[in-house]
Every structure is written in C-alpha cells, then in structure tokens.
C-alpha cells in the first residue's frame, strides 16, 4: 500500500466517525482539522520510512502496517471525538448506546448542500435542510409585532418629515 491509499483509508474513517457520531459542534470540525493534519503527516513519514526500507517488496507486510494504522486512527477517533453531550463515542459503545437509524440520516444530511437555489421565504422549514431548526411560534410572533411596531413609527416619521402620506 502507498501513502495515498493510506490517506483515502484515513479519509474514510474519519467519514465514518462523523456519520455514525453527528453529535458534534465546531469543537468536533476543530479537532478533525487538526487531528487530519497529525495523521497525514503520519502517513508521509511512515511512507516515506517504508520506502527507504524497501517494504514494498513486501506486500503482506506493508497490508498489516496499513491495518494497524487503520486501528490506531479509529481508536484515537473514537477515544477523543468531542460530541455535544460530553461522552466520546468509545464511552457510547461501552455503555451500549450504538448508532441509531436517525443518527446516521442526520450524519449523512451533514455532508450534503443543499442546490435548490430558488428565493424562498426564510421562514419555511424546508429551506435549511442541513441545519437543525427550532419551531419558536411565541418568538417568531413576538418578533413581528416588533417589526410592525417599528416600521409604523418609522412611516409616521416619514409622513411627519416630508408631509406626504404613505400608504
């Protein structure tokens, strides 16, 4: 195996972490950024190692070096993956909590865009598909009768300031 089949396993184990586990929050991007970067500089110099060494002579060989590698990432993913809830995923699994149906639909939404590209309003549900929206009926009411109230005074100065009549 070469350095870049390596990088595509580390790719891929790191794709399946973040569809089985989509429970994180920009502290999980963060620690994928850096932890990517710590793991393909592994990958360059253990390549590198195993080509001075002659190791592709050895395919065997260079397969369980592979497999090992493939082992250590998913166990340091799965150690130290920061989710929302404070438990790691290792902790999930020991205590029973596998991934659900839904936990792996919403970690696959994670990895789509949306290319509807219409205008739409802004406040149809439909609209964010990758973003987990909360329904605030309360809030949103509030919040127009807010913008009612400001855009009344707003014409009433107008009409005051310019003596016309808007309707």
């Given at each position: 195996?070469?350095?870049?089949?390596?990088?595509?396993?580390?790719?891929?184990?790191?794709?399946?972490v973040m569809v089985l586990y989509p429970n994180y929050d920009a502290a999980g991007l963060y620690f994928v950024g850096v932890t990517l970067a710590m793991w393909t500089g592994v990958i360059l110099v253990l390549s590198i190692i195993s080509n001075m060494l002659g190791l592709y002579n050895f395919p065997s060989l260079n397969?369980?070096?592979?497999?090992?590698?493939?082992?250590?990432?998913?166990?340091?993913?799965?150690?130290?993956f920061p989710q929302k809830d404070n438990v790691t995923p290792i902790n999930k699994i020991k205590y029973g909590e596998v991934p659900t149906k839904e936990d792996i639909k919403r970690g696959l939404n994670r990895f789509t865009f949306n290319f509807d590209f219409v205008r739409r309003r802004a406040d149809r549900a439909e609209n964010f598909v990758n973003q987990e929206v909360e329904e605030n009926k309360e809030g949103v009411k509030e919040t127009k009768e807010k913008i009612q109230k400001h855009t009344k005074k707003a014409v009433k100065k107008m009409e005051d300031t310019l003596d016309i009549k808007v309707d």
């Open positions: 195996m070469n350095g870049w089949q390596r990088f595509m396993f580390l790719l891929m184990c790191y794709f399946v397969k369980l070096i592979t497999f090992v590698l493939v082992v250590m990432i998913m166990c340091s993913l799965l150690w130290y």
